[in-house]
């Protein structure tokens, strides 16, 4: 499950991450961060389901994270889409390529919902849900 994590400016500088990986055994992949010494964010993939998923969230919830559940990440309107390819270089995550007839072709699993791709269409053919 991809989860964004918000650290509000008490909590930034507490090691909630590293506490959470010692305490459970998972290994929590950072996908993206963006950390200041006012404030942090940062998306991760954190391998579990169910009950323990809920379990582990509510260990960020209690050390004052705010927690955001990361479900479908963003949507392309093909109709609007001109495949210009003013999306795919900044990419961070190689989310986006072209496909072999050169239409826009999107990977959900690389996306980490960073919004780069949004600005940079110039037709705004790309949101973020």
Not at 18 to 47: F, M, Y
Not at 85 to 92: E, N, V
Not at 113 to 125: G, I, Y
């Amino acid at each position: 499950m991809r989860v964004r994590l918000i650290y509000s400016p008490e909590v930034v500088e507490k090691p909630v991450l590293a506490e959470i990986i010692a305490k459970t055994g998972l290994l929590i992949n950072i996908l993206e961060a963006k950390v200041n010494a006012q404030k942090g964010e940062l998306v991760v993939s954190i391998p579990s389901t169910g009950k323990r998923l809920e379990e582990i969230l509510a260990m960020f919830r209690e050390a004052g994270v705010r927690v955001q559940k990361v479900t479908k990440v963003l949507q392309i309107d093909y109709d609007r889409c001109t495949s210009c390819g003013a999306c795919i270089s900044p990419c961070p995550t190689r989310a986006l390529r072209f496909g072999p007839d050169w239409t826009l072709e999107f990977d959900e699993e690389k996306c980490v919902a960073c919004r780069t791709c949004v600005n940079a269409c110039p037709v705004k053919a790309i949101t973020l849900l």
